[in-house]
């Protein structure tokens, strides 16, 4: 059962390889995120796939699409924790994984990620808030069609 379902993956990720190169505007797409440290070819197919907007959308609009983006939870007078939730459920799982390969190789993500640690936020918390300048950096670079730069990334 397990090798028939490696077979199964194997043939699912060469058919969105392989409609990824069909179009060359997925194509240059996939190119600029996976020259992003912390996007591979898995995290690119599904931006690709799931998200059509990238590069088109402001920040704000995008992170929302993708759950990222922190939701109040006020009624009158109180005030109570910001929350994330609602979105594309397969985009943020997958750039929670891409953010814990950032952390460790994308320096820009990295000193991010120390900044938010080291003013007190809990990890979990600031794991959510690289996934969200992941997916703004990803935004911005389609948009821009360019690739990634380390020295552009360093005043990010």
């Given at each position: 059962m397990i090798t028939f379902i490696n077979r199964q993956m194997t043939g699912i990720e060469n058919e969105i390889l392989r409609?990824?190169?069909s179009c060359s505007v997925r194509k240059r797409k996939a190119k600029i995120l996976k020259s992003i440290p912390g996007i591979g070819p898995v995290i690119s197919g599904v931006l690709?796939?799931?998200m059509p907007e990238l590069g088109q959308?402001?920040?704000?609009?995008?992170?929302?699409?993708a759950g990222l983006a922190p939701f109040n939870r006020d009624s009158g007078r109180t005030r109570g924790r910001r929350h994330i939730y609602g979105g594309r459920a397969a985009v943020r799982c997958q750039l929670h994984m891409g953010v814990l390969s950032a952390i460790r190789y994308n320096s820009a993500i990295k000193k991010f990620y120390k900044r938010l640690i080291e003013a007190g936020k809990i990890p979990k918390v600031a794991m959510v808030a690289c996934a969200r300048k992941l997916l703004v950096i990803a935004n911005?670079?389609?948009k821009n069609n360019t690739l990634w730069r380390e020295n552009d990334a360093k005043n990010a």
């Open positions: 409609i990824i190169a690709i796939s799931q959308i402001g920040r704000k609009q995008i992170a929302a699409l911005t670079m389609i």
